[in-house]
């Protein structure tokens, strides 16, 4: 009885493995349920030649802003030096950050929170000596601010933008005269404000709610080894 | 072909329910946790803020769609299961009520980690469930631990003593620990074989470069060897792929885990990943079988035949556990103990952790107030996107003349008449569809040359070839690199003659 207990789990566990590889060579069902995250083996799988850091941003009734993150309280960084809404690259969980600072701070009252991504190429990461040997320019590194969401003061979302690096990507693609006439074509629509009358153009918009921005497949693009 | 497949089906049975003494689970268990203790301690006096209601928990599930399907507790009670969690974890290591122990700690740990995907879920984090689980299914506690010695199995718990009189188990807990790490670097094979950059060195050229985990100055080093990346990134899918094959014995293994060992440690080095090499450090514990232990025991035993100290610290060692005598009667107290200690332990956590105010909400000046951002940087963190400069769209320009592929090889600022002078622009992706003009400047500032490409937006380099004739004359040459007429960067390098020798001016 014991043996064939153990034959069972031996069998079910080879099973579980095999069946999350296959899934995963396959790309066919990986994010189906979170339990597909203990049998796939995706370490590294996005990348970027952006390095981006999320200023969690308060403003206040008087209009003076205020961080969220980190809060005045923390210390924890989890990975090195950086503050753990660095780590969140799917977004979900910026808000949460920020009402719980909210709700153990004495603060004026928030009108609006805003997500904010800072942008820079990597090759900016590179210390003085190593950029000196590698090039003839002086270093002149320049962040990019793109604004990534807002929510109002209870957390409930006005404003929903792609990420930078997607916008970079909308747009080296949509910065074509016959792809942007393209996508005025055969779309009838009733302009009922003017400022709704590029709407349809295609190029990088803000989209509002969330749950409308695409597929639950999870966006790994961080170090998931670490 | 019956013949055949009773020979499989024995060696398959051998292979998985062969008795042997568990020496490497036992040594798994009592590191592993240890190790674990990286990632849980830092986090124990956050505890509440990552894990409980009175925090900002984010659960791994909204990712896959599931909105919280964990029961989230309140603060009190996160931090009580967090204690506990410690405790079974210390418990596993020494092994007191080991089975509990490993059980409480797949359990907690496993929750834990779902409760917080931002900080605390990684893949690292994720092979560490796997062997929680496995070891609680093991007998990796019938030695080395507590249990044993209260058991009274403790005259042969040193190594190099007979183990004949040891417990045998089957290998199977062993043998899903060798296959499931081996299925881990398949898979993480599978993943680099559908990011073909991997192969490009791009990919790896980009991590080394990012700064969000641990420090790595060696990483940023060797990004600016992109040659080298190529040949790491062949090398390591190859050692993946092959380890779940030829992992097992021989003279194979012994290649096979040393790769794994320095592999990791580069990881370490290059991209600043500390607890996944660790992690994957003790899953190769589960390798050492029986003559692995009895050539280690062998190799102590000499140690301290020759070390005088080594020998008088074990005289004293075993004085000191004759004196305790036979605990074979605790067990039932021990039982007991355990329990309570446990309670013990989440008590006095959850009341330090009160004691030490996360939230500041109990000082005396009040509760924390909000960093004010000054408006110099609200001005310039509100203000609409700058448009991406011409120059972020270029990584850098090189020279050199050996093409690898499509890497160079060999950078170089020195080229001799009758070379052809490669000069290679690297793109920033994601970048539009752009038109590259190369411009050769002489010393005098002419243009000598000039040549345009045409980088589609999918391209991640472009490159000039220019030849070194005889006529060519000899000096310091620059190579601007434009594209709609500005110029983004330049590169200086001299032309000697055929004979090595620079201009005499």
Redesign the interface.
Known sequence: MK?WL??L??GT??TA??L??GS??M?FGT????A???F??????G?????VRY?I??EGESG?????SP????T?A???D?E?????A?G??YI??A????R????EPIARI?V?E?AW???Y???EN?WA?????PK?A?S????KSIYDGEGGLIQFNPD??T???Q???T?NPRLRADSLRGRPFFAVDPAHRGAYLMEPQSVSPPESSGS?E?QWN????? | MTVETERFSKRLDNF??APEVPYGLALLRIAFPIVLMGMVL??W??AR??YSTD????Q???????MD?LPEFSGTIAVALYAIMIFALICTSIGWCTRPSLIISAVLFTYFT?MD????????T?IA??LLT?LS?SQCGSLWSVDSWLAGRKRQSWPGEPSIAYEKF?A?PR??IQ??IG??????A??KM??P?FFTG??LQ??M???????H?IG??I??YPILLVAFAYVTIVWEIMFIFLCWKGSWRLLILPVGILFHFM?TLT??????PMVCYCTYLSFMDEDDYRQIAAGFRRVCRRSAWMKSAMTHVTAWRERIGNPVGWQTNARAAFVFSMALFAVANVEVEHWLD????RRAE????????EPDE?A????P??P??V??RF??VDTGTILVGDRLANRRTQFRQGETVIAQCNL??????MYVEFKLHDSENRIVSRQGNIAT?ELFRTNFNYTLTDSTPTGEYTLVVETAGQPV????FLVQDKHGRAAAN
């Open positions: 043996r153990a034959k789990t031996i566990y080879l493995l095999a999350g590889i995963h060579a790309n994010g189906a349920h979170p597909m995250y203990y796939i083996w995706d370490m590294f799988c990348w970027s030649a952006h390095e200023h941003v308060g003076q802003h205020y961080r969220l809060a005045p309280w923390s924890f989890p990975y090195g950086l753990r809404a660095q780590y969140d799917l979900n969980s949460k950050i009402m719980n600072t909210l153990h701070t004495d603060h805003f904010i800072e190429p990597k090759k990461n590179l210390p190593l040997a590698r090039f003839d320019e002149d320049h990019y601010f793109h604004l930078y690096v916008t970079l990507q747009l080296a693609i910065n639950n999870p961080r170090p998931s080894a670490n | 998985f329910f830092p986090r006096h956050v803020e990552l925090g900002a928990p984010a791994l599930s909204v990712g896959y769609g599931y399907i779902m995907y931002v900080s605390s879920m990684t893949k690292y994720v469930t796997h496995i299914l089957p199977w043998r899903l296959l499931f299925v881990v670097y398949f898979g993480a599978i993943t559908h990011t950059l791009d990919m980009y991590w470069q990012t700064h969000i985990n641990f420090k100055p940023e080093y990004s600016l990881t991209l600043g990943l500390l607890m996944f996360l939230y500041g909400e009040g509760k924390y107030t909000l960093t004010q951002i609200v310039k963190l509100m203000a996107t700058e991406f400069r120059k972020d990584l850098a920033i992706p994601p970048h539009e569809d937006r960067l330049r590169k200086k």
